[in-house]
């Protein structure tokens, strides 16, 4: 039998511990899973990670290093062409979401079992996770955002920030999976339009995310009930 080296055993680990926090939730997968899908003991796990809160955090580590570096260098790219001049915002929204869904059509970075993980973590997250991807996305997302902000000079920044955080969370529960539609509406998702289908749900995500950021700035009311 071919000796296993200790770098496969990591990545079966690993690749095993994705596809079961992704299915069951971080909260709701134990380490008897892992091991047993993996087909190791509970001694290897402990040598490669230490805990299983360190096994979920190199679970998003493997995956986001590299899109984070992927979507600096698109956004290099696109200032590099642009001369400086502003972005356009659809170029801005694709850089940073397009770059991400398009993860789902590569094996190689985790697929849509990695896109469900995600979806799913942001849905449902558990205190250290947030703290952890938070950390993990601020680089980048404050690069974003300043490109929105040159791309879009007329809407104050508060604004914004906040449809970048509806942004987020539009994403979030997109990819996390078609179940959860189902869950809040009474909607048939027909097999065509399930979230696998990103040759779909890229330019329908993208249209929708265009369309908020877009939108008319709000009208609120101060104190007084009076509209400004």
């Not at 001369?83 to 850089?95: A, F, M, N, T, Y």
């Not at 190689?108 to 205190?127: H, W």
């Not at 097999?191 to 929708?208: G, V």
């Amino acid at each position: 039998m071919a000796e296993t080296r200790p770098g496969d055993t990591r990545e079966r680990i690993l690749d095993a511990a994705e596809r079961l926090f992704m299915a069951h939730g971080y909260e709701g997968t134990s380490m008897r899973q892992i091991t047993s899908e993996a087909q190791v003991n509970l001694a290897a796990v402990n040598y490669h990670f230490g805990s299983k809160e360190s096994l979920m955090q190199e679970v998003f580590r493997r995956r986001l290093d590299w899109l984070n570096e992927e979507r600096l260098r698109v956004l290099r790219a696109l200032k590099a062409e642009a001369e400086g001049r502003p972005l356009k915002p659809s170029q801005i929204v694709d850089g940073f979401f397009g770059t991400l869904l398009r993860m789902g059509s590569d094996e190689r970075r985790g697929g849509m079992t990695f896109l469900r993980l995600l979806g799913r973590t942001l849905t449902e997250p558990s205190e250290f996770i947030r703290a952890f991807l938070a950390h993990e996305y601020q680089e980048v997302t404050d690069c974003y955002k300043e490109e929105l902000f040159r791309a879009l000079p007329d809407v104050p920044k508060a604004e914004i920030v906040w449809r970048f955080h509806f942004m987020l969370g539009a994403t979030a529960f997109a990819i996390a999976g078609t179940d959860e539609l189902r869950l809040v509406t009474d909607w048939q998702i027909e097999a065509d339009d399930a979230t696998d289908r990103l040759d779909r749900l890229l330019p329908r995500l993208m249209s929708f995310l265009l369309g908020g950021l877009r939108a008319p700035l709000p009208q609120f009311r101060d104190a007084a009930g009076d509209g400004r």
